[in-house]
């Protein structure tokens, strides 16, 4: 496996770990049985909120780990340069995320369209977004293996 | 329009430019070394400019690089055969 798809493989460990543990912590932090806030868009717009520094934070914590059991293993660096191929697979990968959370954002307007709680649309918003980071990492993965 | 099919003897001089390996056509190139496996193996098909920046590092024209051929247009793909052949 070369360095580009091990990183994307952290990429993808990292990403179920942080959004699976956030989720985990804001659910028996917040939630824990009082389901009536889930209607409260206070609630989510906070939960998405803090969602973008923690997961920054995770990643870049998870990375420098990362590179330094790999310096340790390897002793190889983390090659810094994208190139042309990279940039490729970046685009690729990053049009399909976009469909599936576009599809993901349609699905939500569709469920308050049929009456849906508000929690119904925040909670496919969040899957949806959860689902399109995952399969961006895989996508990327299957264009590395199997070429572009 | 027919799938184009680039192949490319890099390998080939690789081999013949002492033994260069891949990791210093990568740098000599500004690509990392999993692109220059890829478009040895045929995974990848480089732009025209990093073609062109191959081939300047073999000193090489392009055509002795890179090759190319149609695989789903059997007449298509003889007519530059011959087009070949006559030049």
């Known amino acids: 496996m070369y360095q580009k798809e091990r990183q994307i493989v952290v990429n993808l460990i990292a990403s179920i770990i942080t959004i699976g543990l956030y989720v985990l912590y804001v659910y028996q932090k917040q939630v824990a049985g009082n389901f009536e806030i889930l209607n409260d868009f206070k609630f989510w717009g906070k939960s998405f909120l803090w969602l973008i520094p923690v997961s920054i934070v995770a990643l870049i914590i998870i990375h420098i780990i ?3 059991i790999n310096k340790i293993v390897t002793n190889e660096d983390i090659p810094t340069i994208d190139d042309e191929r990279d940039r490729i697979i970046e685009l690729k990968s990053i049009r399909v995320s976009h469909w599936i959370f576009t599809a993901g954002f349609v699905g939500a307007m569709a469920a308050l369209a049929f009456g849906a709680k508000p929690s119904a649309m925040f909670i496919i918003l969040l899957a949806s977004g959860f689902c399109s980071a995952i399969i961006s990492e895989v996508v990327k993965l299957y264009y ?3 070429g572009v | 329009m027919a799938k184009c099919l ?3 003897s890099i390998r080939t001089l690789r081999f013949m430019a002492n033994e260069m390996t891949q990791q210093e056509l990568a740098d000599r190139t500004g690509v990392t070394r ?3 496996v890829a478009i040895e193996n045929g995974k990848y098909s480089p732009t025209l400019e990093l073609a062109f920046r191959i081939s300047y590092v073999f000193d090489k024209p392009l055509n002795e690089v890179f090759s190319f051929q149609y695989d789903e247009d059997p007449v298509l793909n003889k007519k530059v055969e011959d087009k070949r052949r006559k030049m």
């Open chain 1, 66 to 68: 990362y590179a330094i």
């Open chain 2, 34 to 36: 999993q692109t220059i």
């Open chain 1, 144 to 146: 590395y293996r199997k």
């Open chain 2, 6 to 8: 680039i192949n490319n």
